[in-house]
């Protein structure tokens, strides 16, 4: 092997010597090519007119710095109508005509100003002997070509935030190839139309439901269909959603303030009918009491890791548990299964207010009991009979007063029962919604609007809109009615949303890159700066 392919030098360039001079290899270097082509004519010429010898730093060797002395030569160009006479000879991929470092060294330089910048780059550069300068660093960074040549079609915008979250820019994702096309100082529609005034070629904008974005894409693509963006029309009707169940929740609390207040004055050892259950065997408590503990601790485990900044995936994998689970249990916001278990439901409980009326009234064999109500139609076991009395020797039990007893709920959290997937949701939750749907003629209709709408997303079914928007207009909802009406300033768009396939999904995990690029920058961010190294990101 000789001395020029162990430095990885191309062929026509020979080793003639080296030494070191100051922890500098100096390696001279020749250049054995015959003839060259002359720049303007391209022709190839073999006159040689003079010999001169050039410097340049090239990548380090063994941990030293190395720097070449290239014995090059100038040629004549033997093209008599071209305007070049004499040319210098061109070493084309490995050195720049008048550059004094190799391509080779100056894309090592731009790798660590893209992964590290400025001052901390020079520190690193020294390390790896890389001799160069912080300025140096920047100007390579920001010397470098963006693509404006590919076309894009399916367009996704977006905005983000830098300097603390003061200022914001737009991001401007290619959604076919899932990569950020571009960055813009501001989120201004003047900014983002010139933008697209440049690629006449986009066809969809995925956009969010803010005029701005949608007035930018109407001055700067009209050809473009716009398409509200799924993630954010769903954001829309849950804030809807909630604001409704805050005021059904304060009106029904206003409501049953009155009965609560009148079976609490009574005491605390007062059960209500509703929430009576048998006993359960000590064993039985104590499985419940560990797996209980067991999820706590789980739940505990998740918080950290999700503190830690991991995802919900990785959580999952390190727990052999569902991602949806991990996301379920975060989105809650608390330890699963905290609330107390919901009742057990037998084929006792409709004769319950009956065997208690009988009670208060002096009868108080168990037997007996049994065989009325097993005249009634009861065919569960005597034992059970026997249970529900033994509460009845230690609790004062009594029958509600009329208004039903909901789950305690946060408006955010039943916001969460209504939007989820009803497939999705475990026997307690759903026992909950059918609860609340049963309590309110209201959230009955509600819950259906949602869910109608919510699969009209899903299977992408755009053609429904117009019918669901006429029936909201007509429910006598104020809170979805406000949020039809929003719907109709916007509609082709979301029309669009829920028929095209297309989203901004993608979108949200490139605002998640250029926050680390930003992190690792150290607040320096300078905007054309950080624009660079997002768009260069290895
Ligand atoms: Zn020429």
Redesign the pocket.
């Known amino acids: 092997m000789s001395f020029s392919s162990l430095l990885g030098l191309p062929a026509g360039l020979q080793v003639l010597s080296f030494d070191l001079v100051n922890k500098v290899l100096i390696i001279q270097v020749a250049s054995t090519a015959c003839e060259s082509a002359?720049?303007?004519?391209?022709?190839h010429?073999s006159r040689i007119h003079s010999h001169y010898t050039r410097k340049a730093a090239d990548v380090a060797c063994g941990g030293r710095q190395v720097q070449l002395i290239l014995h090059v030569r100038k040629f004549f160009?033997t093209?008599r109508d071209?305007?070049?006479k004499i040319?210098t000879e061109r070493l084309t991929a490995f050195l720049e005509p008048w550059a004094r470092v190799t391509t080779r060294l100056s894309q090592e330089i731009e790798a660590i100003g893209l992964a590290t910048c400025g001052r901390l780059g020079t520190r690193l550069g020294s390390r790896l002997s890389i001799g160069t300068s912080r300025t140096s660093i920047l100007r390579r960074v920001m010397k470098l070509a963006t693509s404006e040549a590919d076309e894009v079609s399916h367009l996704g915008v977006d905005d983000f935030s830098f300097r603390r979250g003061r200022t914001f820019g737009t991001v401007l994702v290619d959604l076919h190839r899932h990569q950020i096309r571009d960055l813009l100082p501001d989120r201004q529609k003047e900014t983002a139309a010139a933008w697209m005034k440049t690629h006449p070629e986009i066809t969809h904008v995925s956009r969010d439901r803010s005029s701005e974005y949608a007035s930018a894409v109407s001055a700067g693509a009209p050809q473009a269909i716009q398409v509200a963006d799924r993630f954010h029309v769903a954001k829309n009707l849950s804030e809807a959603v909630q604001q409704l169940l805050a005021r059904v929740l304060l009106e029904s609390k206003t409501a049953s303030q009155g009965a609560e207040a009148a079976t609490e004055a009574r005491g605390g050892s007062l059960l209500p009918i509703e929430e009576w259950r048998p006993a359960q065997e000590e064993s039985v408590k104590q499985t419940i009491a560990t797996r209980r503990a067991e999820r706590q601790d789980r739940y505990q485990q998740v918080l950290a890791w999700c503190e830690q900044g991991l995802t919900s995936q990785e959580i999952a994998l390190r727990l052999g548990m569902k991602a949806r689970t991990v996301r379920d249990w975060l989105h809650k916001g608390v330890a699963p299964d905290s609330r107390p278990r919901r009742k057990y439901r037998s084929d006792f409980d409709p004769y319950a207010p009956y065997v208690l009326k009988r009670w208060q009234a002096g009868e108080h064999s168990g037997r007996q009991l049994w065989r009325e109500v097993r005249f009634q139609g009861y065919s569960g076991s005597e034992r059970m009979v026997y249970r529900f009395l033994e509460t009845l020797k230690t609790k004062e039990i009594v029958t509600s007063a009329g208004t039903p007893r909901l789950p305690h709920y946060t408006s955010r959290a039943l916001v969460w029962l209504f939007m989820r997937h009803p497939g999705h949701l475990d026997e307690i939750e759903r026992e909950d919604l059918a609860a609340f749907r049963l309590a309110h003629a209201s959230l009955t209709t509600t819950y259906q609007f949602v869910q109608d709408f919510l699969q009209m997303m899903r299977d992408r079914e755009g053609a429904r809109l117009d019918a669901w928007l006429t029936q909201v207009h007509e429910s006598g909802l104020p809170e979805l009615q406000s949020f039809a009406q929003g719907v109709e300033q916007d509609k082709a768009a979301v029309q669009a949303g829920l028929t095209h396939p297309i989203s901004n999904g993608q979108v949200e995990g490139q605002v998640t890159k250029i926050k680390l690029i930003k992190r690792m920058m150290y607040g320096r961010a300078e905007f054309p700066l950080l624009r660079q190294r997002v768009l260069h990101a290895l």
């Not at 002359?38 to 022709?43: D, L």
Request: charged share 15%; net charge positive; with cysteine.
């Open positions: 002359c720049p303007v004519c391209q022709r010429s160009c093209n071209c305007p070049r040319f």
